[in-house]
């Protein structure tokens, strides 16, 4: 009985698409086997896939790449896949339900709320996931999951909900025999593996800096209390530095390299040169570089307040995730203008990695956390094939020339036996055919001759009878005449 099951998670990004296999034990504990990108452009804006024939061909690769990490015995089927995008945000909801009083109010009635939240119309929107926060008994918060008696059931909820087409389009990217067992938004799953039990406790934001969108998450006692989507991301900062007439390979080089959320001094301005000898003054750069960043960090800073929330409630302060969230300086600039403490995230210590991931881990936290979410096997085991035993070769003798000539001389006797045999076959063969032909015409005339006989003693027959009727009408005409 197998004791782990394989596990595949997808994500769809502006930029690449990555994915990751591991396995998940009986347990619970994942153990991950490889991680694979295939680099994405111009396919998807803001989460929506604009060229899904792009991608289809771009995940078929990505899943081979898989496949090849666990044998050729072995065919993944299923995945699931992060979603996310600008539309992407959470909508308040709370469901109360009466019962008679004292009825113990279990987990299988809260999820039952749940599910009947994940069906609730949202005009040109699609309800991707139903978070929980507090549930109450008879007005008494409820603490963990132990059981309470009472006459009412009220449940606050976090609906995390997306335009109708964003899911839709990520659904025409899977096709042929590869199925998707659950959209899962990027956002939960990011925070699961970057914030520990205690982050979420004490109250943090999560800042995840996407290529084309900033997402903004807000824990505080322990529960998810935020989640929306700044349309600004790393590949608006390479935009701005392909206005300096340099191509988007080196726009987006020399952000990664040189870029800095803070300003150079006019001091330290030099000439960059790029790949195909294009040149740039680096104070030129650090001024495209940070006017791009202080305008999406101004956004972040608003979402303060568009959450109601008090920076200086959120004990564990701000992890920023993401590829942006490399630029240089970026967690002393957000410190400076948002009034926070500020770090860069990290895998949790409980999560298992290879050897070979554990380096880049901070570069693979989402598509860590979308496979820490797995739960259902995704692949499957392909029957053995019969072998068929190879032909056993029988050792080449090697002769002498006497020995063979001997061999010679045995083979043409043996030949002149069979030939001598076959001949005096054929001629006992064509003697038995002779006799019986023999035999058939003697019985043939024989029978002829019986029918002759036969013949000729009814032909004496008739001439008797023939010749008593004429003796009769002889007889007749005489006594006529001596009547006359």
């Not at 064509?430 to 036969?454: D, G």
């Amino acid at each position: 009985m197998d004791t782990e099951k394989y596990i595949v998670a997808i994500e769809i990004g502006s930029s690449k698409i990555t994915g990751a296999i591991g396995t998940r034990s009986l347990k619970g504990v994942v153990t991950v086997n490889g991680v694979e990108t295939e680099p994405l452009a111009g396919c998807v804006k803001r989460g929506i896939v604009t060229n899904p024939n792009e991608v289809v061909a771009k995940i078929k690769r990505l899943i081979l790449k898989l496949n090849n990490r666990i044998g050729a015995s072995k065919k993944i089927k299923r995945v699931y896949v992060g979603i996310g995008g600008q539309s992407l945000h959470t909508e308040d909801l709370t469901i109360s339900r009466d019962y008679p009083e004292g009825t113990p109010i279990t987990e299988d009635m809260i999820r039952l709320l749940q599910e009947e939240a994940r069906e609730m119309p949202i005009a040109g929107a699609n309800v991707l996931e139903v978070v929980r926060s507090e549930v109450f008994v008879d007005d008494k918060l409820r603490v963990g999951k132990g059981e309470m008696s009472g006459a009412n059931l009220k449940v606050n909820m976090k609906l995390i909900v997306a335009r109708e087409d964003l899911s839709k389009s990520a659904a025409r990217c899977f096709t042929g025999d590869l199925s998707v067992v659950r959209y899962i938004p990027t956002p939960l799953s990011t925070a699961y593996v970057a914030l520990s039990n205690e982050d979420r406790q004490a109250g943090v934001m999560l800042v995840d800096f996407g290529a084309e969108t900033t997402t903004v998450s807000i824990y505080k006692d322990g529960f998810l209390r935020y989640l929306s989507t700044i349309p600004l991301g790393g590949y608006n900062i390479t935009r701005d530095i392909m206005t300096l007439n340099v191509t988007e390979a080196e726009a987006e080089s020399f952000k990664v390299r040189l870029g800095s959320a803070k300003a150079v001094s006019e001091e330290s301005n030099i000439t960059l040169r790029g790949e195909s000898h294009s040149e740039i003054k680096s104070l030129d750069l650090s001024k495209v570089v940070k006017a791009r960043i202080e305008e999406i960090v101004a956004n972040l800073d608003a979402h303060f307040e568009y959450a109601k929330c008090d920076r200086n409630s959120l004990g564990a302060g701000m992890v920023i995730v993401g590829g942006a969230a490399k630029l240089s300086n970026l967690a002393e600039l957000i410190a400076e203008k948002c009034d926070i403490r500020v770090r860069k995230g990290a895998l949790r210590q409980d999560m298992l990695l290879d050897v070979a991931s554990q380096s880049k881990s901070s570069d693979y936290l989402q598509i860590l956390g979308l496979l820490y979410c797995c739960r259902e096997s995704c692949v499957e085991v392909l029957p053995k094939e019969v072998e068929e035993p190879e032909p056993i070769e029988e050792p080449v003798e090697v002769l002498s020339p006497k020995e063979k000539k001997a061999r010679e001389k045995a083979e043409q006797e043996r030949q002149k036996r069979e030939a001598a045999e076959l001949k005096k076959n054929e001629q006992e063969r064509r003697k038995r055919e002779a006799e019986e032909a023999k035999k058939k015409e003697k019985e043939r005339k024989e029978k002829e001759r019986k029918e002759k006989e036969k013949a000729k003693e009814k032909g004496s027959d008739i001439f008797g009878k023939l010749k008593v009727i004429v003796k009769k009408a002889e007889k007749l005409l005489d006594d006529e005449n001596d009547n006359y």
